[in-house]
Nanobody
Framework: QVQLVESGGGSVQAGGSLRLTCEASGRTSGRYYWGWFRQAPGKEREAVANIYIATGSTYYADSVKGRFTISQDNNKNTLYLQMNSLQPQDTAMYYC???????????????????WGQGTQLTVSS
């Protein structure tokens, strides 16, 4: 099992920037991909961005494309989400997640992931 711990959330004004960090520990070698989800009150958890660990191939939801950047460090145990031009609709709890399924599609569903962090809150005020 992989343990994931997020950090970096907080409150920011619209137009601002913030970087989220996710640290992985434990059995990290079995992951194929990891990424970020977010969940706003009353809404379903949605995929924000993900990255294949071996290749570095990335995915972004349309709502964040061009504003958010997902990256991982060289040892592939730290995941980042750089968030620029933040908008009030980005307000949500952000979760780091990792998965090890062999998929023939991008891992966009909650069920594609078997390890989750506890979440970090982002609040963007207008």
């Amino acid at each position: 099992q992989v343990q994931l711990v997020e950090s970096g959330g907080g409150s920011v004004q619209a137009g601002g920037s913030l970087r989220l960090t996710c640290e992985a520990s434990g059995r990290t070698s079995g992951r194929y991909y990891w990424g970020w989800f977010r969940q706003a009150p009353g809404k379903e958890r949605e995929a924000v961005a993900n990255i294949y660990i071996a290749t570095g191939s990335t995915y972004y939801a349309d709502s964040v494309k061009g504003r958010f950047t997902i990256s991982q460090d060289n040892n592939k145990n730290t995941l980042y989400l750089q968030m620029n031009s933040l908008q009030p609709q980005d307000t949500a709890m952000y979760y780091c997640a990792a998965g090890s399924s062999s998929l023939f599609r991008r891992p966009l569903n909650v069920d594609d992931y078997n390890s989750w962090g506890q979440g970090t809150q982002l609040t963007v005020s207008s």
